[in-house]
């Protein structure tokens, strides 16, 4: 029904700035929200951000007041600008969201982006 495809991870130093980007494509349903999860190597997947159809969002509190979720109006493409990175950050970096079709809530993912931040 959807498909989730992120991009924007690369390499940065401590200190730095990188934008993620989700794109969503596939579903004739309006994505009513979206969140961010990462995931560091031996670790559970930890959730980061959430953005509502209203504008509303929420962070984690590892990442509030450095990272910022939006999305493009009238688009289904959502961002996550994260600033000030510390190498705590590096993860690999998902976007996800709930569709409820007949009843039936599926979550979808996309395949990741990586984040690496180097000290």
């Known amino acids: 029904q959807v498909q989730l495809v992120e991009s924007g991870g690369g390499m940065v130093q401590t200190g730095g700035s990188l934008r993620l980007s989700c794109v969503a494509s596939g579903s004739s349903f309006s994505i009513n929200f979206m969140n961010w999860y990462r995931q560091a190597p031996g670790k559970q997947r930890e959730w980061v951000a959430v953005?509502?159809?209203?504008?509303?969002?929420n962070y984690a509190d590892s990442v509030k007041g450095r990272f910022t979720i939006s999305r493009e109006n009238g688009e289904n493409t959502v961002y996550l600008q994260m600033t000030s990175l510390k190498p705590e950050d590096t993860a690999v970096y998902y976007c996800?969201?709930?569709?409820?079709?007949?009843?039936?809530?599926?979550?979808?993912w996309g395949q990741g982006t990586q984040v690496t931040v180097s000290s």
């Open positions: 953005i509502f159809s209203t504008g509303s969002t």
């Open positions: 996800n969201t709930d569709i409820t079709r007949m009843g039936v809530r599926r979550s979808y």
